[in-house]
T-cell receptor, first 115, second 114 residues
Framework: AQSVTQLGSHVSVSEGALVLLRCNYS??????LFWYVQYPNQGLQLLLK??????LVKGINGFEAEFKKSETSFHLTKPSAHMSDAAEYFC?????????????FGKGTHLIIQP | DAGVTQSPTHLIKTRGQHVTLRCSPI?????VSWYQQVLGQGPQFIFQ???????GRGNFPDRFSARQFPNYSSELNVNALLLGDSALYLC?????????????FGPGTRLTVT
């Protein structure tokens, strides 16, 4: 069984500042980890994924995340926030090598960008 | 190429009624998954179908059912609607079973039960 905890339901940063969204996971098997973004009234868009290759994963729109097994974390970062980054962000986990049980999502973090 | 499409975009139903939601996957994708997203929460896995067979099921009552057609499109059916079924229903497609392969999400169907 897997689970995901996203710390902070809302995160507010100034435009140009560092973005850090936290995700911790629990998995009884090696996990695959994902970050998705959801804009208002839209579906989810994949930002990046970790599938047991490089622990530092680069995604779209300047985002990246680092898999830390010892900390069971997969935090999302972006060096400089842009107004267009304002959205809901979801961390998700699935069982490596499996996947029939779909993705398990966290509750999401609403990212607010202050001008 | 077109992305994942879902229909209808919105619908309003009354408690006790039945609803059918439809999903067309990206061309070439053989797996379709359904998720329920209640307002303010992350999506919850309902079903995954691959090659027209149910391969995974989340913790949802038997009122929820689905099927996948030979062209890989899919339907989600919900019987005896409850107020708590009000949510955004998301369909996702992937090349094969989700996990290794990315899931691409559609825009969703917003269901309101009154």
């Amino acid at each position: 069984a897997q689970s995901v905890t996203q710390l902070g339901s809302h995160v507010s940063v100034s435009e140009g500042a560092l973005v850090l969204l936290r995700c911790n996971y629990s998995s009884s098997v090696p996990p695959y980890l994902f970050w998705y973004v959801q804009y208002p009234n839209q579906g989810l868009q994949l930002l990046l994924k970790y599938t047991s290759a490089a622990t530092l994963v680069k995604g779209i729109n300047g985002f990246e995340a680092e898999f830390k097994k010892s900390e069971t974390s997969f935090h999302l970062t972006k060096p400089s926030a842009h107004m267009s980054d304002a959205a809901e962000y979801f961390c998700a986990v699935s069982a490596a090598g499996g996947g029939a049980d779909g993705l398990t999502f966290g509750k999401g973090t609403h990212l607010i960008i202050q001008p | 190429d077109a992305g994942v499409t879902q229909s209808p975009t919105h619908l309003i139903k009354t408690r006790g009624q039945h609803v059918t939601l439809r999903c067309s996957p990206i061309s070439g994708h053989k797996s379709v998954s359904w998720y329920q997203q209640v307002l303010g929460q992350g999506p919850q896995f309902i079903f995954q179908y691959y090659e027209k067979e149910e391969r995974g099921r989340g913790n949802f009552p038997d009122r929820f059912s689905a099927r996948q057609f030979p062209n890989y499109s899919s339907e989600l059916n919900v019987n005896a609607l409850l107020l708590g079924d009000s949510a955004l229903y998301l369909c996702a497609s992937s090349l094969s079973l989700a996990g290794t392969y990315e899931q691409y999400f559609g825009p969703g169907t917003r269901l309101t039960v009154t």
